[in-house]
């Protein structure tokens, strides 16, 4: 049997170390979820997520991991045989885009070396070709988790504005939401997609989508397949 001396530190990117003012928070006994503290508690919660993700609109709360969080981010705003373009900065994206195909969307995987962010300039250009309109999200990993490099988020939307394609704008921020500056509303994000233990520094467990007018908007006729039971998991 090995013995652990101390207080067990983890040294990854995440889950990071819970500060000990949220452990204590976390051993307070239970509150009812059906009465009326816990609803004021989550209302209360909701308007203060906001702020961390740089928006006035709605943040939506899920029970899973991050992964969960990019699944509900898909599900609820494509539908089966949409072609989505995401593009290759590391490890996550590439598990991003396998989500994807399993889930039936056709996948355009721009190429990259895992060493550059995802490049505004490649993402217009392929828009640009684009001329049916056949993309109907553009996917970025803001940081890599897997390499540390980091996307220009506000110039990606700006060169994809600058092609006048409606394509929507899914970014996740995994392992960037509380760490590095970001800002959902003023660089025009779509989707922003979050987990609980990286930059905030909370047990894994919450997925959390931030959503634009226009994601709400497409959410309506949204269709993808989403029993899950007959694909493989990447
Ligand atoms: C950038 C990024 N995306 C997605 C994930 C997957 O999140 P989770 O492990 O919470 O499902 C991670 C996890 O490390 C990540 O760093």
Redesign the pocket.
């Known amino acids: 049997m090995t013995f652990q001396s101390g207080r067990h530190f983890l040294q990854i990117?995440?889950p990071t170390n819970v500060p000990d003012q949220v452990l204590r928070a976390i051993s307070a006994p239970t509150i009812d979820h059906r009465g009326p503290e816990f609803a004021a508690l989550t209302s209360e919660l909701l308007d203060a997520l906001k702020p961390v993700f740089g928006t006035s609109g709605p943040v939506i709360v899920f029970p899973?991991?991050?992964?969960?969080?990019?699944e509900a981010a898909l599900v609820n705003t494509l539908s089966t045989g949409d072609r989505v373009l995401h593009v290759e900065t590391g490890h996550?994206?590439t598990?991003?885009q396998q989500m994807a195909a399993g889930l039936g969307l056709l996948v355009d995987f721009v190429p990259g070396d895992w060493r550059h962010g995802a490049s505004p300039e490649a993402i217009a250009d392929h828009l640009a070709a684009d001329s049916a309109r056949t993309i109907k999200a553009v996917c970025v990993?803001?940081?890599?988790?897997?390499t540390g490099v980091t996307s220009r988020i506000s110039e990606i939307r700006q060169a994809m504005d600058a092609t006048g394609h409606p394509a929507l704008l899914l970014v996740?921020?995994?392992?960037?939401l509380g760490s590095i500056d970001y800002r959902h509303d003023e660089w025009g994000v779509d989707v922003t997609?979050a987990?609980s233990?990286?930059g905030l520094m909370l047990p894994?467990g919450l997925?959390f989508n931030a959503v634009s007018e226009k994601a709400l908007a497409a959410s309506r006729t949204a269709r993808l397949r989403t029993s899950y039971w007959d694909w493989q998991p990447y």
């Not at 990993?141 to 897997?146: G, M």
């Open positions: 990117p995440g899973g991991s991050g992964t969960g969080a990019w996550f994206a598990l991003w990993v803001h940081n890599e988790t897997s996740d921020t995994i392992s960037s997609i987990g233990q990286k894994p997925g």
